[in-house]
């Protein structure tokens, strides 16, 4: 199976502006990773960290364009040379041509059951095209997890260097390529041996408490397995779930549910078999999952600051990208539950790397199960340190365990009656120093676990579509999402996150692929015009979202990571859907002159 190369399309053009004072250089850019780039320059310069200001910005939709990139650093060095405030904006054209975009893959595979559907084997090997200047030796494969239950596999990426564009991380990366590919086989393999595609999910994709076979944890990890179990202190280890076993989640429930919502016992007709044939148009339905990592701990931990004003109000200081996934929302409700206070007194910093601490930023679905387990763990910093003051000087010495917060007031637990704002706490004349407390600050007293040994995020989608054998257009007739990723923090903010990464999915999936120029390289549809991409119009307006109720024991409230995995469904789902309507696997993009020229072919 081959992929073409997908562009991120921005909305957004990429820009940035810099300015040196004296020695000390500061950036203004949209980022997704401001501590990154700010590691970069010192990198590129060899001038201290201290003396480096990066202020991101919110940007339109990211996807992985907004990362790092090497025009920011061509601006700080063209403001060193002018002595003067530099900016770069690139605009549309420039910004899908000379950035970067998602690597070209090309997957082999193979998958082996018994007759009664139990995965017996699984073997891929896939190859990614890193353009010029591009690095990976592999794309994430956490999909390999997803369909652990087979006994033996073997799992192959090879990164290459050619002379196009340079490849980077987009969204779903790796989970939503090679993670199609192996649901494109279990579908051929569930047709052979008679079992509909959800049957066959059921039976062989992991469950909590199942192995995880991906191995590029084991192998990050310094001195192997039993060397970090063994250095983890007894209360750590508590706190730690099994390491290489999935601690929470699945695509059952999802599956199971969705089925349902979805009416699929009504609407499945069999493989490669419309349910509603009407002259040139067939209508059909499929299935696909998706399963991607909630944050990699390969490349730094994260952090954050949590501070009490005198005023009883909080800032959170956190380095998250903006980019149209709410995580100043989500970080800002992360603390306002973990402090008892409304999310009113909460404001947040995101971006500013002179306040806020180093974060490996928002990639890798890292924001709200590693981020937000870092603003968990410094607010609760935060609230002990406040407890203490107020069992001191407010309650007679009793003991900080017996209090809580709520709506802003501390009380002791199950006694609301007797309470004080947190601002007494603040402006008490203190036992120990005859002073008041200016401020509060909080911040994590522990490193989290390694999340790729015991997270992941699921996704399954089902999608009903009509395709026109005369023409080759398909249509996209009903959509229905279903999530787990833990708890739900925020509805609305997790349901965008769900449907955007089911049209970018459907879309990579129908219409998207760069066209380079065999001779140069070049890009030749690098504009919105010739780019073609899912519209509004598109996507049906009555597309539902299904949530899971797994709880994570170790995220934010149960919380994981969201915005990858329902990518990666969607393509799986909509190649599906295809074949059932017209029953040829049709390479992706399944644009009209690839259906018509795969119907031609039979």
């Given at each position: 199976?081959?992929?073409?190369s997908?562009?991120?399309?921005?909305?957004?053009?990429?820009?940035?502006?810099?300015?040196?004072?004296?020695?000390k250089?500061?950036?203004w850019?949209?980022s997704?990773?401001p501590?990154?780039?700010?590691?970069?320059?010192?990198e590129?310069?060899?001038?201290?960290?201290?003396?480096?200001?990066?202020?991101?910005?919110?940007?339109?939709?990211?996807?992985?364009?907004?990362?790092?990139?090497?025009?920011?650093?061509?601006?700080?060095?063209?403001a060193?040379?002018?002595?003067?405030?530099?900016?770069?904006?690139?605009?549309?054209?420039?910004?899908m041509?000379?950035?970067?975009?998602?690597?070209?893959?090309?997957?082999?595979?193979?998958?082996?059951?018994?007759?009664?559907g139990?995965?017996?084997?699984?073997?891929?090997d896939?190859?990614?095209?890193?353009?010029a200047?591009?690095?990976?030796?592999?794309?994430?494969?956490?999909?390999?997890d997803?369909?652990?239950?087979?006994?033996?596999?073997?799992?192959?990426?090879?990164?290459?260097n050619?002379?196009?564009?340079t490849?980077?991380?987009?969204?779903g990366?790796g989970?939503?390529?090679?993670?199609?590919s192996?649901?494109r086989?279990?579908?051929?393999?569930?047709?052979?041996v008679?079992?509909?595609?959800?049957?066959f999910?059921?039976?062989?994709?992991i469950?909590?408490?199942d192995?995880?076979?991906?191995?590029?944890s084991r192998?990050?990890?310094?001195?192997?397995?039993?060397n970090?179990?063994?250095?983890?202190?007894?209360?750590?280890?508590?706190?730690?779930?099994?390491?290489?076993?999935?601690?929470?989640?699945?695509?059952?429930?999802?599956?199971?549910?969705g089925?349902?919502?979805?009416?699929?016992?009504?609407?499945?007709?069999?493989?490669?078999t419309?349910h509603?044939?009407?002259?040139a148009?067939?209508?059909?339905?499929?299935?696909g999952t998706g399963?991607?990592?909630?944050?990699?701990?390969?490349?730094g931990?994260?952090?954050a600051?949590?501070?009490?004003?005198?005023?009883g109000?909080?800032?959170?200081?956190?380095?998250?990208g903006?980019?149209?996934?709410?995580?100043?929302?989500?970080q800002?409700?992360?603390?306002?539950?973990?402090?008892?206070?409304?999310?009113?007194?909460?404001?947040?910093?995101?971006g500013?790397?002179?306040s806020?601490?180093?974060?490996?930023?928002?990639?890798?679905?890292?924001?709200?199960?590693?981020?937000?387990?870092?603003?968990?763990?410094?607010?609760?910093d935060?609230r002990?340190?406040?407890?203490?003051?107020?069992?001191r000087?407010?309650?007679e010495?009793?003991?900080?365990?017996?209090?809580?917060?709520?709506?802003?007031n501390?009380h002791v637990?199950?006694?609301?009656?007797?309470?004080?704002?947190?601002?007494?706490?603040?402006?008490?004349?203190?036992a120990d120093?005859?002073?008041q407390?200016s401020?509060?600050?909080?911040r994590?007293?522990?490193?989290?676990p390694?999340?790729?040994?015991?997270?992941?995020?699921f996704?399954?989608?089902?999608?009903?579509?009509?395709?026109?054998?005369e023409?080759?257009?398909?249509?996209?007739?009903?959509?229905?999402?279903?999530?787990?990723?833990?708890?739900?923090?925020?509805?609305?903010?997790?349901?965008?996150?769900?449907?955007g990464?089911?049209?970018?999915?459907?879309?990579?999936a129908i219409?998207?692929?760069?066209?380079?120029?065999?001779?140069?390289?070049?890009?030749?549809?690098?504009?919105?015009?010739?780019?073609?991409?899912?519209?509004?119009?598109d996507?049906?307006?009555?597309?539902?979202?299904?949530?899971?109720e797994?709880?994570?024991?170790?995220?934010?409230?149960?919380?994981?990571?969201?915005?990858?995995s329902?990518?990666?469904?969607?393509i799986?789902?909509?190649a599906q859907?295809?074949?059932?309507?017209?029953?040829?696997w049709?390479?992706?993009p399944?644009?009209p002159?690839?259906?018509?020229?795969?119907?031609n072919?039979?």
């Open positions: 199976i081959f992929y073409e997908q562009q991120y399309a921005p909305l957004g053009r990429n820009a940035a502006v810099a300015e040196w004072m004296g020695d250089v500061t950036l850019t949209s997704q990773t501590s990154e780039l700010r590691d970069g320059i010192q590129a310069l060899g001038i201290p960290q201290s003396k480096i200001r990066v202020q991101a910005l919110p940007c339109g939709s990211s996807f992985g364009q907004w990362w790092s990139n090497n025009f920011m650093l061509v601006t700080v060095l063209l060193k040379k002018a002595g003067r405030p530099v900016k770069i904006e690139l605009d549309n054209e420039e910004c041509t000379t950035v970067k975009r998602r690597h070209q893959e090309h997957t082999i595979g193979r998958m082996g059951c018994t007759k009664d139990e995965l017996t084997l699984a073997e891929f896939h190859t990614i095209d890193n353009g200047y591009g690095f990976k030796d592999d794309v994430g494969f956490f999909c390999v997803m369909w652990g239950k087979a006994h033996h596999g073997d799992y192959k990426v090879h990164g290459v050619t002379n196009l564009l490849a980077g991380c987009m969204r990366v989970d939503c390529t090679l993670g199609a192996v649901e086989v279990a579908d051929q393999l569930a047709e052979k008679g079992l509909d595609p959800i049957e999910r059921i039976k062989n994709q469950v909590e408490g192995e995880l076979r991906m191995q590029h192998h990050n990890m310094k001195g192997g397995l039993q970090y179990l063994d250095n983890l202190t007894d209360e750590f280890r508590a706190d730690v779930p099994k390491p290489f076993h999935l601690a929470a989640g699945s695509t059952r429930h999802l599956l199971e549910k089925a349902e919502k979805f009416r699929w016992k009504d609407r499945w007709a069999g493989w490669g419309p509603t044939v009407d002259k148009l067939r209508r059909a339905i499929g299935v399963a991607h990592v909630c944050g990699v701990e390969f490349e931990n994260t952090s600051v949590v501070r009490i004003n005198p005023d109000s909080v800032k959170v200081h956190c380095a998250v903006r980019q149209g996934q709410g995580s100043e929302t989500t800002s409700q992360v603390a306002a539950e973990t402090l008892g206070v409304s999310l009113s007194m909460v404001e947040i910093e995101t500013d790397t002179d806020c601490p180093w974060s490996h930023g928002s990639l890798a679905s890292n924001t709200m199960f590693r981020v937000g387990w870092a603003t968990r763990e410094a607010a609760l935060a002990r340190q406040l407890l203490d003051i107020a069992a000087d407010l309650f010495g009793i003991a900080p365990e017996t209090l809580t917060i709520t709506d802003g501390i637990a199950g006694e609301p009656g007797k309470s004080h704002p947190i601002t007494d706490a603040m402006h008490v004349l203190r120093a005859l002073g407390v401020s509060i600050t909080g994590p007293t522990k490193t989290m390694p999340s790729t040994t015991f997270a992941r995020q996704a399954a989608q089902f999608v009903e579509v009509e395709v026109d054998i023409t080759g257009k398909i249509r996209l007739l009903d959509y229905l999402a279903c999530q787990d990723s833990g708890t739900v923090v925020n509805p609305q903010v997790l349901k965008n996150q769900v449907i990464g089911a049209i970018v999915g459907a879309g990579f219409y998207e692929a760069l066209k380079f120029d065999k001779e140069t390289g070049a890009i030749k549809n690098g504009n919105l015009l010739d780019y073609k991409i899912l519209r509004a119009g996507f049906p307006w009555q597309a539902d979202v299904l949530f899971g797994s709880y994570d024991p170790v995220g934010p409230f149960g919380a994981r990571g969201a915005g990858e329902p990518m990666a469904a969607g799986a789902a909509v859907a295809v074949y059932n309507a017209i029953g040829i049709v390479d992706l399944m644009t002159e690839n259906v018509v020229r795969a119907l072919k039979v």
